[in-house]
């Protein structure tokens, strides 16, 4: 019996031996392919490079940057510290650097030095005219309204800043750092690469995900990353993500991957028929940014773009062959029979008649107040505002991007349920007030008066002041009593 103890313990001291032999022989395999995998782009580093890292390292800055540096593409090619931020003596945000002269901010036109094309097509596309919110009634809600800071950290963080240079070369910290995507440089150029190619590994993978576009493409007014994630080619990709090839070299929709497109592919990346592209807007024929849909070339013509030589039926031709590297051509027409009949909705139900509406109520308030008129310091004009600018762009975003509980309860249900229990009321409001006011104000309060009376006596408002068609109504109460028995 004594034995056959001393036997088992033998026994389960050597599988304890074995088992943790075991164990250190497959982290070191797993050690050495994470090495091998690190190992595959091995930095070239010149003398003038090396300095740089050195003196970061032991000064412990910018550690993490440069370990991303040495797996990427261009530090497989040689392209260092030097190449990208070295600048000219006269250069505005020049300075003298451990005997190096050199600029902290890399512009496009220091990227195009290599990257002519993708340069070009950049500059020529809406994304580099970001910073030009900067007159519109979004910055004047964050810059005024909300404060300057607010402007700084939120609303410029995306559209970008106008960078400043302080003497002697630093950035004025008011307006750097910022990668925002159409951010204005010292050199004169617009837009920041790394608003996109994140510096400094400059990965594709990361560039093509989606949520590198929802930096920015999110919230209340253009949640594009939301809407992705609800529509099904979102749920395919978070589904299928280790399968979709994202280092792949050319990324071919249809060759390299095919379980689902990420916003690059529908508006950058190559197809079969199309080359890459960036410049975001030549796939798309409507613009559903500003109060009224319109299409894209007529902005592109308005802020002087080469681009507005593009017609809004070669963009649907363009973004129609991305969606035929999937789908067949009946689907891919009925599908845009359906999106633009939304597009057409809303542009005659609510953005004409609001509009309109929203302009004679503005004269009205401004008869009435005078001098201390001012815009966003009432309440009508945060209700027509989030009208076009929250929930009618929810509408249009999420119907091209096919996202149906977008389209009704974050889009047409607000729409809606906006306009008549907020909106209506509140021009009701503003008529009593210049009723009550001044000559003036009287007189345009009764034109606003006999407008709204017009847009609510139309076909698309009249059910709602009891005026619907008698028939069409009696349809509908008829269809509700089957649902009614149904669910008894």
Not at 122 to 150: C, K, Q, R
Not at 431 to 443: D, H, N, Q, V
Request: aromatic share 10%; hydrophobic share 30%; net charge neutral.
């Amino acid at each position: 019996m004594e034995q056959e103890r001393k036997d088992f313990n033998l026994m389960k001291y050597f599988i304890g031996g074995l088992s943790l032999i075991l164990f250190a022989a497959l982290t070191v395999v797993g050690y050495v392919k994470v090495s091998e995998s690190r190992q595959e782009i091995r930095p070239v580093i010149s003398e003038k490079n090396k300095k740089c890292i050195e003196c970061h390292l032991k000064k412990g800055i910018g550690e993490g940057g440069i370990n991303d540096w040495k797996h990427s593409r261009h530090a497989e090619k040689g392209i260092g510290c030097f190449e990208c931020h070295q600048a000219k003596e006269g250069e505005i945000d020049a300075y003298k650097h451990e005997g190096f002269r050199i600029a902290t901010i890399v512009s496009p036109k220091d990227c195009g030095k290599c990257h002519e094309q993708e340069t070009k097509e950049f500059t020529e596309s809406h994304h580099a005219d970001a910073t030009s919110f900067i007159g519109s009634l979004d910055n004047v809600l964050g810059n005024v309204v909300e404060g300057p800071a607010a402007a700084v950290s939120g609303c410029r963080q995306c559209h970008g800043s106008e960078v400043k240079v302080l003497p002697g070369g630093k950035l004025d910290p008011t307006t750097w750092p910022n990668t925002g995507m159409g951010r204005i440089n010292p050199d004169g150029s617009k837009g920041s690469c790394t608003a996109c190619h994140f510096r400094h590994s400059f990965s594709k993978a990361q560039a093509r995900q989606p949520e590198n576009c929802g930096k920015c493409h999110m919230g209340p007014d253009h949640p594009h990353i939301e809407i992705y994630r609800e529509s099904k080619h979102g749920i395919n990709y978070y589904a299928n993500k280790d399968s979709m090839n994202l280092d792949s070299a050319k990324w071919v929709v249809g060759e390299d991957y095919f379980d689902a497109p990420t916003c690059a592919t529908c508006h950058m990346s190559a197809t079969k028929d199309l080359p890459v592209t960036h410049n975001v807007g030549l796939r798309l024929k409507w613009n559903n940014r500003p109060v009224f849909v319109k299409e894209a070339q007529e902005t592109d013509e308005k802020w002087g773009h080469a681009s507005a030589a593009v017609t809004g039926e070669q963009r649907r031709e363009n973004m129609t062959k991305v969606c035929a590297s999937c789908h067949g051509k009946n689907f891919v027409d009925a599908f845009y029979t359906q999106y633009e009949a939304q597009l057409e909705l809303y542009n005659e139900k609510w953005a004409r008649p609001g509009l309109k509406l929203y302009d004679k109520a503005s004269e009205v308030l401004k008869a009435v107040k005078g001098s201390e008129y001012a815009k966003f310091a009432q309440k009508i004009d945060y209700t027509w505002f989030e009208l076009w600018h929250h929930e009618g762009r929810r509408v249009r975003h999420a119907a091209a991007m096919q996202a149906p509980d977008y389209v009704q309860w974050h889009g047409n249900y607000d729409l809606a349920r906006n306009f008549y229990a907020h909106y209506v009321p509140e021009l009701r409001e503003v008529i009593e007030m210049g009723k009550t006011s001044t000559p003036e104000a009287k007189k345009l309060a009764e034109e606003l008066e006999d407008m709204l009376a017009g847009v609510l006596n139309g076909p698309d408002h009249n059910w709602s002041i009891g005026k619907e068609d008698p028939e069409t109504k009696k349809e509908r109460e008829r269809r509700r009593e089957e649902f009614m028995e149904r669910y008894k």
